[in-house]
């Protein structure tokens, strides 16, 4: 089984639906991420939380919420869908140590949710 | 505010040519520097990091070393395989939040 799994791995859904996007992992870490990829742009930060108590917005938090169910569950919203949010969205996970450390994190991604919204 | 800026593409490339992909970045303190890549329908992987000026990022033959004085992490590969055809990103870390590039988009042809 993958480290960070994704689900769903592809959706297409219709604008003002509510879509969440599921994100769990097995590797213990404490720091989990949102991000969007759009072409020409890389990825963007939506979402960060460095424990089950800890949310923070990211550069593109606008139109999208989350939910750190547990350690390994971090979940990603998007209330009224609308066309210009289809992207393709990775889940993250970090090693770094709980709080706002410095130290050399390495990322671990998910394969990714392709979502269109129509 | 912290940024990573690299060469934007897409470059293509016979197999066993040299690959140099230019980042340089901008932050505050001392950012650990990373290169990932993303192989087409996945997710990005680690290909290597540098966590402080001087190290030598390597993996696969690809190499980047982390230069303070004139703020680069240069990516390169002295003979590239079709199977390294990819996505390339940069990206820095100073602690909070991880930073990227834009992405550079390789093709290796036979």
């Known amino acids: 089984d993958a480290d960070v799994t994704q689900t769903p791995r592809n959706r297409i859904t219709k604008t003002g639906k509510r879509i969440m996007l599921e994100c769990s992992q097995t590797?213990?870490?404490?720091?989990m991420y949102w991000y969007r990829q759009d072409p020409g742009l890389g990825l963007r930060l939506i979402y960060y939380s460095f424990d089950v108590k800890d949310i923070n917005k990211g550069e593109i938090s606008d139109g999208y919420s989350v939910s750190r169910q547990a350690q390994a569950k971090f979940s990603l919203s998007l209330e009224s869908a609308i066309p210009n949010q289809t992207a393709l969205y990775f889940c993250a996970t970090s090693d770094g140590s709980g709080g706002r450390i410095s130290g050399a994190n390495v990322l671990t991604f998910g394969a990714g949710s392709r979502l269109t919204v129509l | 505010g912290d940024s990573v800026t690299q060469m934007e593409g897409p470059v293509t490339l016979s197999e066993e040519a040299f690959l140099t992909i230019n980042c340089t970045y901008t932050?505050?303190?001392?950012?650990?520097l990373f290169w990932y890549v993303q192989y087409p329908g996945e997710g990005l992987q680690l290909l290597l990091k540098a966590t402080k000026a001087d190290d030598k990022g390597s993996n696969k033959g690809f190499e980047a070393t982390y230069r303070k004085e004139t703020t680069s992490f240069h990516l390169e590969k002295g003979s590239v395989q079709v199977s390294d055809s990819a996505v390339y990103f940069c990206a820095l870390n100073t602690g909070n939040q991880f930073y990227f590039g834009t992405g550079t988009s390789l093709t290796v042809i036979p």
């Open positions: 932050a505050t303190g001392y950012p650990s």
């Open positions: 590797k213990g870490h404490d720091r």
